[in-house]
């Protein structure tokens, strides 16, 4: 059956994904994007924009126009580093911002299903590997925090005000709309594929923090998933929902890491870099991060397909070079 859906922060790397994935699943399905941003690009085949605050007032009224089945809520603060320099904008944009729209939802007749871009990073320190659901919320940022806190009120929410709600942990999305690669990551991008990529388009030399991390070959190994698969996997769930609702948490991973070096080596051998540098660890960056997702693979019947990474990094390639 065909759905309304709204994605906040729709204009961005992943709500552009989600909010295309959803209209290619069915073209009965509106969908439409709220942002403070405008990229034209993302806006392909969708059926309307609301630039603003998805918790403006005009963000807020679009919501109650519009009377969505569907929120997607990716709007928000998002890297790590500069939360700790300046947590008030994370307070505010994430925490703050999800407490006015849950309020408005809370009072709507029809209350839509809420599908949250967690993270990650509300693991904190591993414990155990690979990352279960289950293991102990500890985020050590206040990025990291802001996650955990409106994971706390979305379960209170559903709880109490009967919202179905879905928390979906990321762990490293990239990657770029395969085929077409007209969707994909803005240029400065924080993780090591864009870092690596953009060294090798521009002719720059390329940095990898460490090479004596306690790994297979000294650098730091993560779970990276492509950008489509943390797509599809928003589509499977609402099946899964209109016979389980309720609130649940869901890891996005792959299972299987991949280290620095590995996405180096594969850069550097296809595409290219000036030089290659192994430079001082960063304070924090935990050796290993590998998620167990295999919760969303039985209860979704969902699998990652797109996640080798020959496929993340050349789709990621061919979307910079065309951008």
């Not at 690009?41 to 603003?52: A, E």
């Not at 939802?105 to 871009?117: A, E, G, M, V």
């Not at 690596?196 to 990898?208: D, P, Q, T």
Request: proline share 5%.
């Amino acid at each position: 059956m065909a759905k309304t859906i709204v994605v906040t922060g729709g204009c961005g790397y992943i709500g552009s994904h989600i909010a295309r994935s959803f209209k290619y699943a069915d073209r009965n399905n509106k969908v439409y994007l709220i942002d403070r941003v405008y990229r034209y690009h993302t806006m392909k085949g969708l059926d309307g924009f609301v630039c603003n605050n998805f918790a403006s007032d005009v963000g807020l009224c679009a919501i109650s126009d519009l009377s969505p089945d569907i929120i997607v809520h990716c709007a928000g603060t998002s890297l790590v580093e500069p939360s700790v320099y300046d947590p008030a904008e994370y307070y505010e944009n994430n925490v703050s911002s999800t407490i006015k729209l849950l309020n408005h939802i809370k009072n709507l007749k029809k209350k839509p299903t809420i599908l949250f871009s967690s993270s990650a990073s509300v693991y904190g320190e591993p414990q155990e590997l690979p990352i279960p659901e289950s293991h102990p919320l500890n985020p050590i940022s206040p990025y990291g925090r802001t996650k955990l806190m409106i994971e706390t009120m979305l379960r209170d929410y559903s709880n109490a005000y009967d919202i179905n709600s879905i928390c979906f942990r990321y762990f490293n999305a990239a990657g770029a709309w395969p085929g077409e690669y007209d969707l994909g990551a803005e240029l400065g991008g924080t993780h090591i594929i864009a870092r690596a990529l953009e060294a090798s388009i521009n002719g720059r030399a390329f940095n990898v923090f460490g090479d004596d991390y306690n790994t297979s070959d000294g650098t730091c190994v993560r779970d990276y998933i492509h950008v489509l698969d943390l797509a599809q996997a928003h589509i499977k769930v609402i099946n899964y929902l209109e016979y389980n609702p309720g609130f649940y948490v869901f890891n996005l991973g792959t299972a299987h890491g991949i280290s620095n070096k590995q996405i180096a080596d594969y850069v550097g051998e296809k595409y290219g870099f000036k030089f290659l540098n192994y430079g001082i660890k960063r304070p924090g960056d935990p050796a290993i991060l590998i998620a167990d997702s295999s919760k969303a693979k039985r209860d979704l019947d969902w699998e990652p397909e797109h996640s080798d990474i020959g496929t993340i990094i050349d789709s990621a390639y061919q979307w910079y070079t065309k951008y």
